[in-house]
């Protein structure tokens, strides 16, 4: 259907493949290992502007990280409109910054999902948010395929707990 391809830009039967900033290989997903270096040297941001910049670049990777939500809620609490545009880093902003550094730069633990098997769907919510893992049964034990959170807004706050969707 008039589709072509470069043979120097393709690659065919790689046991590893680099995709939209995702190293895939060994049936394992992995951030790039360029990105986990940007985010190792990562220093605390000193505007909105700078750690909105740092939040979307940790989003991107949000499926690598459990509670992923909940963990940068103080991070994300200080991006809000009427927050002064420094900064203010207090111990919940350090903690936070730390551990979702952390969490990003270690070995992930997903696997690739296999569609002949069944999905398990894991969830939990509280008052300030939803989260929830899919997960599959591998040989070697179950492993995540995913992680999904969500941080709920004053005005979703009310809404039942069977009405919540992530």
């Not at 505007?47 to 963990?71: D, E, H, I």
């Not at 070995?107 to 999905?119: A, I």
């Amino acid at each position: 259907a008039g589709l072509t391809a470069r043979p120097t830009k393709c690659l065919l039967a790689s046991p590893e493949v680099e995709f939209l900033g995702h190293h895939i290989g060994g049936g394992r997903p992995s951030p790039t290992i360029d990105k986990v270096e940007a985010i190792k040297i990562a220093k605390h941001p000193e505007n909105k502007k700078q750690l909105r910049s740092f939040l979307g670049l940790a989003s991107f990777y949000r499926r690598y990280v459990p509670n992923f939500a909940a963990t940068l809620n103080p991070l994300t609490s200080a991006t809000k409109k009427g927050s002064p545009n420094r900064v203010i880093w207090e111990e919940p902003q350090r903690r936070a910054f730390k551990k979702i550094k952390e969490m990003l730069t270690s070995e992930p633990v997903l696997r690739l999902p296999d569609f002949m098997k069944p999905f398990i769907l894991s969830t939990d919510a509280s008052d300030t948010g939803v989260g929830a893992i899919l997960s599959q049964e591998y040989e070697d034990g179950k492993f995540p395929v995913m992680y999904l959170s969500r941080k709920l807004f004053p005005g979703s706050r009310d809404t039942p707990w069977s009405n919540v969707s992530v």
